[in-house]
């Protein structure tokens, strides 16, 4: 790795551990993670509080406890391994093969009691730039017309921890509607249906995500130009 990727990678992991990438996320979902990283970091300061090195001292326990309960959530909540794809030369995703078998996971979890209104791919897959530098950008939209949708908040926490101990870069987000992803996303990337609940309404689709399961690498795998 060159010089300038050493300092890309303390910059990079650095700032992915401080913001968890939380400002890119929807309301529901910030504040859904929020929640479950204090309830982490309260469990953690009444165990260093009590049973720990630090007994009584509820300065340094509140500190190891954040400390801890952020670098948890950093592992199993955010954008690690985008973090360390963008940072490593070493670093590579697994292959589209084990994406598909992740993005069918997804979609059969969310399908579960009818949770979304759409799942979709967006990023260098759906501009048909993927490559083994590249990483799969989910997007699933949470219905809101049903008390059911705010269950995708914990699936796609799950999800997402499911992807750092499989070592897939993913970035993953729960959005409320689809306004919120036409603000977020590019104009170029016109989103992969993974699944659709409902007629599909946002600006257009190119492409099923059933196409891609049947032959996965001669559709989208481009070998990355050196």
């Given at each position: ?8 990678a ?45 007994q ?19 592992l ?38 009818d ?27 949470r219905?809101k ?82």
């Open positions: 790795m060159l010089k300038q990727g050493r300092y890309r303390i910059r990079n992991l650095c700032i992915g551990w401080i913001t968890h990438a939380i400002h890119s996320t929807d309301y529901s979902e910030r504040i859904f993670r929020i929640i479950i990283e204090i309830l982490l970091m309260l469990v953690l300061l009444i165990y260093f509080y009590y049973w720990s090195p630090f009584r001292d509820i300065i340094a326990s509140a500190i190891v406890a954040f400390i801890v309960s952020h670098t948890i959530m950093w199993l909540d955010g954008n690690f391994w985008v973090y360390v794809l963008d940072s490593f030369d070493w670093m590579k995703n697994p292959g589209i093969d084990k994406i598909v078998s992740y993005v069918k996971l997804c979609r059969k979890l969310f399908q579960l009691g949770l979304t209104e759409a799942i979709l791919i967006f990023g260098s897959m759906s501009r048909g730039e993927f490559h083994n530098k590249s990483d799969l950008d989910l997007r699933i939209v219905r017309d049903s008390i059911l949708g705010i269950l995708c908040l914990p699936v796609a926490l799950f999800l997402r921890a499911l992807s750092f101990f499989m070592v897939l870069p993913v970035d993953l987000q729960v959005s409320d509607s689809f306004n919120f992803l036409d603000r977020q996303m590019r104009k170029d990337e016109i989103p992969i249906v993974v699944y659709t609940r409902d007629s599909f309404r946002f600006r257009e689709s190119k492409n099923n995500f059933c196409e891609i399961e049947k032959n996965p690498s001669s559709v989208f795998v481009i070998k990355k130009n050196k």
